[in-house]
C-alpha cells in the first residue's frame, strides 16, 4: 500500500446501535474501494472486520477493529466498533484516537439507545461527526420518520445534504443537495451508477431540503450570513467551503443515506468523508503530561519527536499480541526506538504494519497523524504512550466504566486451575471491560463483566484459545455499603509486650458524599499530634477496612474522613500501629455512622412488538423498576426504564417468553442506590450466613 502523510489522512470511527449496519457498510467501503474483492455479508460470515470466532457465530461485533480505505489519493482509517451494550465501551476506546464519528443509524428504527450513548463519546472527544442513515432498503425504511427520530434525539444540527432516492425495496441511490444530482446504482451490489439530473418527482423535495442546508450553513457563519441576505442564497464554492468549516468546527453534522448490503450510496459518503471531514493533522495539537506529570502540548506534525497511544491490544492465534495505535507526533520508521513511558521500558519492534480487518500490511513508515498496529510488544499493553526516549510524553488513557456483574468460577478439572488466572489476566489486556478477583468473604474467584453476555463470551474464549474451561456459578450483585449519618470517633492501638510495644491514636470524624464520589481522605492535624510521617498509614489502615464493610462484606464507598486530632509515642509508635488505629477508627466510626446497602440500578431499554407493552411495563414494575418512557420506533415500541441489577439477572428468559422471542433489551450501569431495608436485612442475613459456614469449614 501507499504511504500517506497526515494532510491526506481521516481516521474515522463507525459507531451506533447494534444491528444498524455498521460493519455491512465497513464491508461495501471496502469493496468499494479496491481493498477487498468481495461484498462480505453479516450473514454469511465473511465480513472483512467480524472475523472472531464468537463474532460469526452470533452475528454481532464484540471488539474494535481496524481497516483502511484509499480513495481520491487519501487514506481512510476505518474503525468499527461494536453496538451492543455489553461491548459499547470498545466504541469509546475506538473515538479516543479517532477525528471523527460516522454515526450509523437504522433507517427502520431510528435513533436508539446506543446511538444516544454512542453519540455522547462522540461529544466527550470533541469530534465532528457524520449520520449514516443505513438499511434504506429495508421494509417500512422511512426518510421522514427516520430524520425526524434523528432531529430531535440527536440535535437540529444533524441536516442533510442528500435525500435518499427512493425507500424500501425502491431505493436505488441519493440525491446529492450539493451537487444538485441524483445517482442512481443498478442494483446488482456492484456499486455502479448512473449520474443524472434530478428527476421531476424528486425535484421539490431537493429544493426544500436544499434550501434548509443553505441556511444551516449561513447561519453559522457571519460573513455567509451577509452574503445569504443579500442575495438569498450562496454560491456552491461558498456552500462547500462553508460546510467543510462547520463540520470540523461541530456546528454541522450531515446526514447522508446508504444501503451497506445492497451497496448504494457508499462511493459518495466515502466521498463526504475526504471532502468535509477533518484531516488527522487539522487538530493542530494535542495534550500530555511530561516527566514530572506537568501538562505539556505536543504538535501534530511529522517533525516532532515520535510520541504514539495504544488504543486496542488483542490476541491474533497465528502472530500473538498485536497492540493498535495512533500516531501523535513524529514519524514512526524501522529506525525509531520507542520507549513504553508508562512501563518505563524500551520497546523492540518489528515490521511496521497496519491492519485490513485480521489481515496484517506491512508499510516502511507511518506519519504523525495515522494509524498502526506492531505484533509482540513485551510490556506495552492499552492506555499506554510510545514516545522518543529523550521527549516523553504520557497521553491519559481512556477511563472504563466498572464491571457490572460478577459470577462465581470454578475450573472443570483439578488440572486448570493453575491456568485460569494467567488465561484471564491475557483476556483482560485486551478487554477492560473485564475484572478478577478472589472474594475474601467466600473465598470464590469472581469474574466480573458488562452483562451476562460479556462473561459468557469470556469462558468461551477461555476455553478457546487457552484450553481453559471453567464452570460459571449465579451472578453475584456487586453490592456497596456507605453511610446516611456523622461519626467522630477515636481509634487507638496500644500493645506492650517484650521490648518496644505498639501504639497509635487517631480521631477523625466521617461523613457521607454524593453518590459516585467513593472516598475522599482529608488531613486537619496541626501542631504534630501525630508525625507527618505516620498519616499515610491512618488513611492506608481505613483503604484496607472499607474495602470489606461492616453490613455484608461489601466495600464501603461515598463517604469522607476527616483525621483531626491523635497522639503518639516517641518509642512504640510506627506505621503499622497508625495503620491498625486507622482501622479500628473505621470500623467504630461506621457503626455510628448508619450504615446502609447500596445497590446498582441501571438504565434499561425493552424493544418489544406494542400488544406486549403493557405486560412488559408491568413485569418491570415488579422488579422495583421505574419506568422512565415509552415511545414507538417504527412498529416497535421501546420502553426505557431504571431497574436494580438484582432484578434482572433472570430477565433475558422472561422476555423470551413475554414476547414470544420478538423482544430485545439492554442495558447499562446508571448510579448506585439505597436497597430497601426489608430486601438489605435478608442480603446481610444471607452474607453472614456464608461468612459462618465457610469459617466453620476452615474449622
Known sequence: MNVYEGKNIRNVGVVGHGGSGKTSLISAILFDSGA?????????????????????????????????????????NILDTPGFGNFIQEARGALRVADAALVVVDAVAGVMVHTEKVWSYADEFALPRMVVVNRMDKDTASFERSLESIQQMLGRLCVPIQIPAGEEKGFKGVVDL???????????????????????????????YREKLVEAVAESDEALMEKFFESGTLSDEELIGGLRKQVSDGKIYPVLYTSGTANIGVPQLLNAVVNYLPDAVSRGSVTGADSHGS????????????SAFVFKTFSDPFTGRISLFRVYSGILSPETQPYNVNKGTAERFG?????????????????????????????????????????????????????????????????????????????????????????????????????????????????????????????????????????????????????HGQYGDCKIRMEPLPRGSDFEFKNEVFGGAIPKNFIPAVEKGIQESRQKGILAGFPTVDFRVILYDGSYHDVDSSEMAFKIAGSLAFKKGIKEARPILLEPVMNVEVVAPEDCAGDLMGDLNSRRGRVQGMEMRGRMTVIKAQVPLAEMLSYASDLTSKTGARGSYSMEFDHYDEVPSHLADKIIEKAKAGTAGDQEEEE
Open 36 to 76: 477487498t474483492n468481495r461484498l462480505g455479508r453479516v450473514e454469511d460470515g465473511n465480513t472483512p472486520t467480524d472475523y472472531d470466532e464468537d463474532e460469526i457465530e452470533r452475528k454481532i461485533t464484540i471488539s474494535a477493529k481496524l481497516a483502511f480505505a484509499e480513495w481520491n489519493k487519501n487514506k481512510v
Open 178 to 208: 450539493i451537487t444538485n444530482r441524483t445517482y442512481t446504482y443498478a442494483g446488482d451490489g456492484t456499486a455502479k451508477f448512473t449520474e443524472s439530473d434530478i428527476p421531476a418527482a424528486l425535484a421539490g423535495r431537493a429544493q426544500e
Open 295 to 306: 501538562g505539556v502540548t505536543r504538535k501534530v506534525a511529522d517533525g516532532e519527536p515520535f
Open 351 to 499: 515490521q511496521i504494519s497496519t491492519m485490513q480487518g485480521k489481515t496484517i500490511v506491512q508499510v516502511n513508515k507511518l506519519h504523525a497523524g495515522d494509524i498502526g498496529a506492531v505484533a509482540k510488544l513485551k510490556e506495552t499493553v492499552t492506555g499506554d504512550t510510545l514516545a522518543d526516549k529523550a521527549h516523553q510524553i504520557t497521553y491519559p488513557p481512556v477511563k472504563w466504566i466498572e464491571p457490572v456483574i460478577s459470577f462465581a468460577i470454578e475450573p472443570k478439572s483439578r488440572g486448570d486451575e493453575d491456568k485460569i488466572s494467567q488465561a484471564i489476566h491475557k483476556l483482560m489486556d485486551e478487554d477492560l471491560g473485564l475484572g478478577y478477583a478472589r472474594e475474601p468473604q467466600t473465598k470464590e474467584f469472581l469474574l466480573s463483566g458488562q452483562g451476562q453476555m460479556h462473561v459468557e463470551m469470556a469462558v468461551a474464549r477461555l476455553q478457546k484459545r487457552y484450553g481453559v474451561g471453567v464452570l460459571l456459578h449465579p451472578p453475584k450483585v456487586p453490592y456497596r455499603e456507605t453511610i446516611k449519618g456523622k461519626a467522630d470517633v477515636q481509634g487507638k492501638h496500644k500493645k506492650q509486650s517484650g521490648g
